[in-house]
């Protein structure tokens, strides 16, 4: 690629086609089963639905792997996957290509000989496409025996392409370059033509009888044809032209976007069967109306009064820290995840800058608003009549004073050392290195607010909240009377797992700067870190355990969701939700 900027720009649109494509296709198999979301002829819809399988292998075996790899800037999927891939693109490509050329050929049939075509059945409809997935074993088989190892990575597509290097390709290049270029793209033509005349005299005709004449098949299948011959265009002039050209030529760089433009193709059938079929798009309407209104009926958990039934000031507080949480998630968790399987950072030079410095200003927060919260309660405990009137604006205010406070932590971090970032294999994530001389000075307040100065809040804190516990458990023993115990065991149980799961990185902090370079102890730090993640994922647990409010409101949704889908599935079945028109 010329430049960063261009990489992101293919490997963004790789993704997109390769998302919505696996999306869009899902959507579209599913819908064709029901008989009243596609109106059309059934033999049609039968292909519509090998087509749909066939752009969902292409995105997860072609499209994916090389969004990954433009976003890596190399290949980082392994060497098996890398060996696999273009036997399995150069299967599923011309099969592809293929099956739409049976669909248009299929409605040209239909209009042409509309009295004996209509009777075909999807039985014969599976036959057919059955036939051209066996056919086309041909490429793979062919291209393992003339050179099974002729494969490499490729920075044109940035993908692991085959080479064709092998003498016998030269001398049935003309056979293959009809088999996968102008055959295919001939028959589509021959066979749309009629289609699309059908369609301009069947709008004349509408025209003139006021009435409505079928064309949505024709539209569809007609529009499918068209993006699919555009999108290889590109590519088919390259293979027209490429054997003419010089290898230094910056012609070449053509195949590069006419691979990549054809990928347009994998992700348009789903929103050309939107656009034209009006069955379909009634489904989609419905289905979303039903999802929007099942949706409706849940409100976050926390913003629920009945779901949470604690002090409105301690709720406040753990949607704040469950931001926190989700952020940490997003932005340390998920990217060391992504290295560790692929043994590399490769996300990226500028998210690798920006990590640390995100990091530490959520992990340090993180830390605080757990202490927030279990202040909150230790006074709630000690001065319950003053601080049961504490309302969540005053929530809000405190957690956004922690959260600006901690922006300290970034803006010493660049003032001191803003290129001080690397790769650390400890932790597979990029860290910063403390490596300024002024860290040295002010290492010790650091720690103290980072690590010593929390954990000794909470405890301090969360001592008196476990007491109150125990009086409570022998007072309800001792009267037979409830005593409200669930916030005190909820806060409790969150300082008590940040505590444990802190504990190794905290013992690590302490002894680092005792222990010598090439120390074993150091390596204490990776499963710090990474035991410390506990804490991220532990709170929506803890909440299940210790708040019944909380397991009820999760018990109500999970059964009215079932009860939504078991009613969509009944609706699905007998096909009484949609329209009812003339068949296509």
Partial sequence: ????????????????????????????????????????????????????????????????????????????????????????????????????????????????????????????AHVICGVVWTFFFVYPILMLALGKDDVSFDFRTYSCEYGWNAHTWKKIQSVMFM?????????????????????????????????????????????TAIVYFLSTMPATVYLVGGSFAGPESRFHTLYRYGIYIAMANIT?????????????????????????????????????????????????????????????????????????????????EALCFAKPYIIYLFFPANMSLICVLTTGKFLLLRKPTRARNWSQKQAHVICGVVWTFFFVYPILMLALGKDDVSFDLRTYSCEYGWNAYTWKKIQSVMFMMSALGP???????????????????????????????????????????????????????IGASFAAQESEFHSLYRYGIFIAMVNITSNFFVYTLTITSFRRYLLAKIAEVSSSLATLSSKSETGKLFYNGPII
């Fill in 455 to 509: 954990n000794a809040v909470m405890i301090i804190t969360t001592i008196p909240t476990l007491k109150f516990l125990v009086e409570a458990r022998k007072s309800a023993r001792r009267t037979k009377k409830s005593v409200p115990w669930q916030g005190a065991l909820t806060v409790s149980l969150t300082a008590i797992v940040y505590c444990v799961s802190t504990l190794p990185g905290t013992v690590y902090l």
């Fill in 179 to 223: 088999m996968s270029a102008l055959g295919p793209n001939a028959v589509m033509i021959i066979t749309t033509i009629p289609t699309l005349k059908f369609l301009v005299e069947a709008r004349k005709s509408a025209r003139r009888t006021k009435k409505s004449v079928p064309w949505q098949g024709a539209l569809t299948v007609s529009l």
């Fill in 268 to 348: 348009s059938n789903f929103f050309i069967y939107t656009l034209t079929i009006t069955s379909f798009r009634r489904y989609l309407k419905s289905r979303i109306t039903e999802v929007s209104s099942s949706r409706n009926k849940f409100e976050t958990a926390s913003r629920n009064k009945d779901s949470f039934r604690l002090n409105k000031f301690l709720v406040t507080i753990m949607q704040h820290i469950a931001v926190c949480d989700i952020s940490v998630s997003i932005t340390h968790i998920l990217p060391t995840a992504l290295s560790l399987i692929a043994d590399e950072w490769v996300l990226g």
């Fill in 1 to 124: 690629m010329e430049s960063d900027a261009e990489r992101y720009f293919w490997a963004t649109y790789a993704l997109f086609v390769a998302v919505s494509s696996i999306l869009g296709d899902t959507v579209i198999i599913v819908a064709s089963r029901n008989k009243d979301s596609f109106r059309l002829n059934k033999f049609l819809v039968t292909i519509m639905q090998h087509i749909a399988v066939c752009d969902i292998s292409v995105s997860l075996t072609h499209v994916l792997p090389s969004a990954i790899s433009l976003f890596a800037d190399r290949w980082v999927l392994g060497e098996a996957l890398c060996y696999t891939k273009p036997y399995l693109s150069y299967y599923f490509y011309p099969a592809n290509m293929s099956l739409i050329c049976v669909l248009t050929t299929g409605k040209f049939l239909l209009l042409r000989k509309p009295t004996r075509a209509r009777n075909w059945s999807q039985k014969q």
